[in-house]
């Protein structure tokens, strides 16, 4: 019985009945959901501003929520629709006009903060008003999107309580509203991950899949000894589901089971874990699963839902989607079926000398393209002073020598063993925890084949050490119930990188490039142009050409441009999709930690914006994060 989920009949509910859903201004002058549209490309039709005015953009606007009372939302995506920008800020979820950035509704949110990524929009049916929809914590909440006002016709007096909490943007495909799960990163038996479905208009709950299977349903088999029973992670804690409109079909994926770095205590590969599964939207019932990673140690989640692209093979339409996470592998894959476009090759894999651990014997590897990232690093890679500063490459060496030098042996390197009393000795993991691609994941260009997306070379080290009990992890004070937790010269603790800090920022420790922004030809699976992309301003003018690391991610416009903010040196930029040229920059006060979105006013201009509103710049104040607007003069 090849059932992953619950389906829960609601009386008024059945999903044949549901309306198309009708998004106003089809011609595509707004942003009416984070990814743009349900297939996730963050490709916008405007083309106002193109290649050979960008140069001439000026800032028209900003919203800076710490003025008007609320708390910034460093990752927030807005959303535009019917001529208004919706938002969360802190606290608050607001209406803004989007040709001025002034305030129209506030709605304060008790308790839980609002999804710090942003809202969904929902337009209506002849019973019920738009909706903008969003999560905090374990509630789902929808507002009249005309007044900012909780409808009561949603839930119980506007709200849902999801019994699980979810911190990322809800998807909405007809009337249906999709989530994932914020579960535990450590503590093996907690909440499920399940991603489930409720009704956009009474709030009712549909369906859920399971995303760690459970007896008789496809792969349970991949959890040995029952490690299945309570299992947590496993879950969708990023940015949406991406939807096949034709075909019905939603594309979900998931993070790795808990504990992130030791599996002993699940032995097997661990199904539905950094997978992509795609199901029925109508009723979440499975279709076809590719997993990307093989009983994951490494916390190589997939944090970002495929972009769907059709493409051209042998003069023959191929419906695709392009599946990129931490391992920075980029999986091409027929959206139909699941099956690899340019082939997938399982590559045998090192044991673990850890106890108790059985790591996979192979894992999967496209064939094309290849990595965006750097996935190795052998001991002549280290900083020269030739590459940064003689102060940067002596702390560098320092680190490595520390840590007992840095064994790696490619991608999926196991962590070491640092058995008592034995010399320390760490493993170095390249790309680290943070990816690779985090989050930001990828835009694409229906008309070119082109699917961009930003990396970032920034390693892991550390080794796997015996617990003692009581123990908490120093970062997200969740107990370690398990024997074994990374450590490295620094300290226990999940993130030690091999990064140091310097004037400005943290600097990893390997040469250059930090950060890259890659097209790839998704038609031949070859990779277009690769940029350096960041610079390092404290550097001497002919090494800052760095590359910097950041998150968020891309977009692109039929005028021919890719915006991203993303990397930590506070840019924010456009460049031709074609060639991977820059065209434009500006500097911000703060770094631009989120996805860009381009829409047109009512006024006939078209605008770009972006939340400039993570880690500051040097001497930036916190009041001033901001929402940043741009235009033509």
């Not at 594309?251 to 590969?269: A, H």
Request: proline share 8%; glycine share 12%; net charge neutral.
């Amino acid at each position: 019985m090849f059932f992953i989920l619950r389906i829960l009949l609601v009386s008024g509910t059945a999903l044949s009945l549901f309306p198309q859903a009708v998004l106003p201004r089809g011609d595509g002058a707004d942003w009416p959901m984070y990814n743009h549209d349900l297939a996730g490309t963050r490709f916008s039709p405007l083309s106002q501003i193109d290649t050979r005015n960008v140069g001439k953009l000026v800032q028209a606007w900003s919203y800076r929520p710490a003025d008007s009372g609320g708390r910034p939302s460093a990752q927030v995506t807005p959303l535009v629709v019917n001529d208004r920008m919706y938002l969360t800020a802190g606290n608050r979820v607001v209406a803004l006009e989007p040709e001025t950035g002034k305030e129209l509704w506030r709605h304060e949110v008790a308790g839980d903060l609002p999804s710090a990524r942003g809202v969904a929009f929902w337009p209506g049916d002849r019973q019920n008003p738009p909706r903008v929809i969003f999560t905090a914590g374990r509630r789902l909440i929808a507002l009249n999107a005309n007044t900012g006002n909780l409808d009561p016709g949603f839930g119980k007096e506007g709200e849902v309580d999801m019994v699980v909490g979810y911190r990322g943007v809800p998807t909405i495909y007809q009337n249906l509203v999709m989530v994932g799960a914020a579960t535990p990163e450590y503590t093996p038996v907690a909440a499920p991950g399940d991603s489930r479905a409720f009704d956009a208009r009474t709030g009712a709950k549909l369906w859920d899949f399971h995303s760690v299977p459970r007896p008789g349903e496809k792969g349970h088999e991949t959890w040995e000894d029952d490690s299945w029973k309570g299992r947590s992670g496993t879950n969708m804690w990023g940015f949406q589901m991406t939807v096949d409109e034709r075909r019905g079909i939603v594309y979900m994926i998931f993070g790795e089971p808990t504990s992130n770095y030791f599996g002993g205590d699940r032995k097997g590969d661990n199904l539905f874990g950094n997978a992509v599964v795609a199901v029925d939207a109508h009723n979440g019932q499975y279709k076809w699963h590719f997993q990307t990673v093989h009983h994951d140690i490494w916390d190589f989640d997939l944090p970002a839902a495929p972009g769907l692209i059709d493409i051209v093979r042998g003069g023959k339409r191929v419906p695709a989607l392009a599946l990129i996470g931490k391992t920075a592998l980029m999986y091409i894959l027929d959206r139909t079926t699941g099956e690899p476009v340019f082939g997938v090759e399982e590559r045998p894999m090192p044991a673990s000398e850890v106890p108790g651990e059985h790591l996979s014997r192979t894992q999967p590897f496209p064939v094309k393209p290849p990595p965006l990232a750097r996935i190795g690093f052998q001991p002549d890679d280290i900083v020269t002073e030739n590459d940064t500063t003689a102060e940067h490459a002596k702390a560098c060496r320092a680190l490595y020598d520390r840590s007992g030098g840095l064994y790696n042996a490619g991608l999926f390197t196991p962590w070491l063993y640092h058995a008592e009393g034995a010399p320390n000795r760490s493993a170095i993991v390249f790309p680290g925890a943070t990816g690779g691609t985090n989050w930001g994941g990828t835009a694409s260009d229906p008309r070119s084949g082109y699917v961009y997306a930003f990396t970032q070379n920034d390693g892991s080290i550390g080794w796997m050490q015996k617990m003692p009990e009581g123990y908490r992890d120093a970062l997200t004070r969740e107990a370690i119930v398990l024997p074994f937790d990374r450590g490295s010269e620094a300290g226990p603790g999940p993130y030690q990188r091999f990064d140091v800090g310097m004037k400005g920022g943290r600097w990893p420790c390997q040469k250059p490039p930090w950060g890259l922004l890659t097209a790839v030809n998704a038609n031949t699976g070859e990779i277009a142009w690769q940029v350096t992309l960041g610079v390092t301003d404290e550097l001497p003018e002919t090494k800052r050409n760095t590359g910097r690391l950041g998150l968020a991610g891309p977009i692109v416009t039929a005028g021919g441009l890719v915006f991203i903010g993303s990397t930590d040196d506070a840019r924010f930029r456009a460049l031709d999709a074609k060639t991977g040229r820059q065209l434009w920059e500006t500097r911000l006060e703060y770094v631009a930690h989120a996805v860009p979105i381009t829409y047109r006013g009512k006024n006939g201009k078209q605008y770009v914006a972006v939340m400039s509103g993570g880690a500051p710049a040097s001497g930036a104040s916190p009041n001033h994060q901001a929402l940043l607007v741009f235009a033509l003069p």
